[in-house]
């Protein structure tokens, strides 16, 4: 990869602050002599100063990647960490943006060497079931959104054909010969059988690659990451960003995997935490933040696979309440509710305490809050929940009125098993294509 220095980025923010002030202000008025500039009125100014347009801060192989397009991209991590980014991630977010927007360069630049064409209609589309499933609004709402942050639909659409192109590259030029035989998933199928009863992690990633050099450099990187997720960041948004894993576009979810599907650094790691714990671990070539989204046991029902008919009793209170007005109303609403005998008594109880009734069907269990996923196990057809909620949201209770046990286990298919060996090979060499691309790309920093 060949490198311009003309510029580092710090000393182009250097020169950036430095002329900050006004050019008279550069100046002192005693070693400049008065003057004027005599330039008549009614003359005309050809062209316009746009602000919004930036100065290049990269090139890669020509193309140019802007200012504008990495503060784009920094609102959206902005946003995804409720506005509280603080100032001093910021110049190691943008830094890790523009890495972001290179390697997509580079992506779609290559897709375009193959003569892989992603069309604008195909960006719209995606754009559209994006703006539904991530933002849960239509995508005209999610435009002005994207504007109201200091975004771009622009930005969004540039990452979704960046996706698509190395996704559609990745299908014809490396999947070909990532193949899966099978005689490995048979394999596989009866090692799944041998450890019945054995643990499955499901785990979220984002993987930072590291060279020795870099090292250092990386898992500082990865400790601000970790800080910021652990305030209340977006995994799934963070992974999309600064994952360099293929696994980024579905927001870093690696599936169920047992402990002798990873890396024996990461599965010591996993064997050792709890759901939604967070952890920096060595891998393979770089670093892997890992998220332990859930547990169970292979080849074996779990109860909190069971789905539940609840009827839902809720009271919400009016703005302005204090938790002083509403101790007495919620300690009332436990008690009567905790008389509840079945599901039938249910609505008569929501009407004498003014509640609001709604019925909750086809609910599994561990798609509940953790709070509530314990109570669920061990309450009976007919109980209700003790209160749950907050000042803000109301407080409910839940009474159960039915409970479908799994009858067996879920385990992976044959098709399954060779689909997920067949993109943990294609994710492999993808990296080392990406690599390449880097390795022999032109690419000028400003």
Known sequence: MKFSKRFSIAALLATATALTPSIAQTVSDEATPEARLDIPDGQTLYGKNDPNVRRATAQVNGEIITGTDIDHRLALIVAANNNQLPPEEVARFRAQILTNLIDETLQIQEAAANEIEVTDAEVNQYFDRVAQQNFNRPASEVEKYLVSIGSSVATLKRQIKGELSWSRLLSRNVRPSANVSDDEVNAIIERIKATKGTTEYRIGEIYLSATPETMPAVTENARKIMDQLRQGGNFVAYAR??????????????GWLSLAQLPPSLATAAANMRANEIQAVPSPGGISILLLIDRRQVATSDPRDSVLSLKQIAITFPAGTTEAQVAPLVKRFSEETSKINGCGAADEMARQLNADVVNRDGIKIRDLPAPLQQVMLDLQVGQSTPPYGSLEDGVRVFVMCGRDAPQEAASESFDEIMSRLEEERVN????????DLRRDAVIEYN
Not at 241 to 251: H, Y
């Open 241 to 254: 960003q600064f994952s360099e894993a293929s696994t980024a576009s579905v927001g870093g979810d690696l």
């Open 428 to 435: 492999k060499r993808a990296r080392i294509y990406l690599r």
